[in-house]
Nanobody, 121 residues
Framework: QVQLVESGGGLVQPGGSLRLSCAAS????????MGWYRQAPGKQRELVAA???????NYADSVKGRFTISRDNAKNTVYLQMNSLKPEDTAVYYC???????????????WGQGTLVTVSS
């Protein structure tokens, strides 16, 4: 009923930039915080950045000062601007949120399908 569709991944050279987008669609009554996670080969999935419905943000130490998360509540969309990319940023990036499809139902966790970011020369 609710989908998260990511876009914007790709191949970029070290020091370059990419902007990821994630749009939520479907039967949405309300959306909570939205976040970006990543999973590199052989590693656990980790939180990269999150933003509350009110705009408060938090970041992993490894991306502070380089990545910026933002959201457009009218479009149910979250963005991740990634600057000064490093090879160690290479991973599949996943969008995550919790939504309510009705005032009568509880919160449902939703994940996107993931988008690959490769930082390499």
């Amino acid at each position: 009923q609710v989908q998260l569709v990511e876009s914007g991944g790709g191949l970029v050279q070290p020091g370059g930039s990419l902007r990821l987008s994630c749009a939520a669609s479907g039967s949405i009554f309300s959306i909570a915080a939205m976040g970006w996670y990543r999973q590199a080969p052989g590693k656990q999935r980790e939180l990269v950045a999150a933003i509350s419905s009110g705009g408060s943000t938090n970041y992993a130490d490894s991306v502070k000062g380089r990545f910026t998360i933002s959201r457009d509540n009218a479009k149910n969309t979250v963005y991740l601007q990634m600057n000064s990319l490093k090879p160690e940023d290479t991973a599949v990036y996943y969008c995550n949120t919790e939504v309510r499809t009705s005032a009568f139902f509880g919160w449902l966790e939703v994940w996107g399908q993931g988008t690959l970011v490769t930082v390499s020369s």
